[in-house]
């Protein structure tokens, strides 16, 4: 099994970017899915998670209202969509299932700078 998390960059605060997360080696579809980030000398922490069927179950307060998760079943792959980025939204930004139980990818560095 693999996740490949992609989309992460350099934008500006007030700009947007949208990740994804594509599954390889098993069944995207099957798993309550969630987004994770790490920013440098932190512990990761959760930023969002999806049921199988694309309903958002929960979103961290830090990026509620700003971030929308979703998933396309058919791709085997998740979406994080994020708008109004602030400097502390830089992170590497990881998917996993919501019980992380497989192999974590090398996520994608999102940087949030003027």
């Known amino acids: 099994a693999q996740l490949v998390e992609s989309g992460g960059g350099l934008v500006q605060p007030g700009g947007s970017l949208r990740l994804s997360c594509t599954a390889s080696?098993?069944?995207?579809?099957?798993?309550?899915m969630s987004w994770y980030r790490q920013s440098p000398g932190k512990e990761r922490e959760f930023v969002a998670a999806?049921?199988?069927?694309?309903?958002?179950?929960s979103v961290a307060d830090s990026v509620k209202g700003r971030f929308t998760i979703s998933r396309d079943n058919a791709k085997n792959t998740m979406y994080l969509q994020m708008n109004s980025l602030k400097p502390e939204d830089t992170a590497v930004y990881y998917c996993?299932?919501?019980?992380?139980?497989?192999?974590w990818g090398k996520g994608t560095l999102v940087t949030v700078s003027s």
């Open positions: 999806i049921n199988t069927f694309g309903g958002t179950i």
């Open positions: 080696g098993f069944t995207l579809s099957a798993y309550i």
């Open positions: 996993n299932t919501a019980t992380r139980n497989q192999p």
